[in-house]
């Protein structure tokens, strides 16, 4: 059974900075694309970041120059700088075999559980 888990969401001041890690384990992900989103409450779930198994990263134009996306073996982090109160959310770690796929909520094949970000104003 294949579940990635998500750590390292919480509550950050505005201006702040996270580190959100995912790990995957149960088969290799050495060739998927791994990518985050997250959800709001009342909202759609929506792409943040993405990184291909080559290592080209792609960002949504919400958190262009503040968020970046690395991997290492079965782990993917989401870095997040200059944290705001819009980017309070759900964050999700996904998995798929093309960036394309990984960047879009039907694409995944693989999903965690979530970990919540909270940005306080």
């Known amino acids: 059974q294949v579940q990635p888990v998500e750590s390292g969401g919480g509550l950050v001041q505005t201006g702040g900075s996270l580190r959100l890690s995912c790990a995957y384990s149960g088969r290799t992900f050495s060739r998927y694309a791994m990518g985050w989103f997250r959800q709001a409450p009342g909202k759609e779930r929506e792409f943040v970041a993405a990184i291909s198994w080559t290592g080209v990263p792609q960002y949504a134009s919400s958190v262009q120059d503040r968020f970046t996306i690395s991997g290492e073996m079965n782990t993917v982090y989401l870095q997040m700088n200059s944290l705001k109160p819009e980017d309070t959310a759900k964050y999700y770690c996904?998995?798929?075999?093309?960036?394309?796929?990984?960047?879009?909520?039907?694409?995944?094949?693989?999903w965690g559980q979530g970990t919540q970000v909270t940005v306080s104003s």
């Open positions: 996904a998995a798929a075999q093309t960036t394309a796929q990984v960047m879009t909520v039907e694409g995944p094949e693989y």
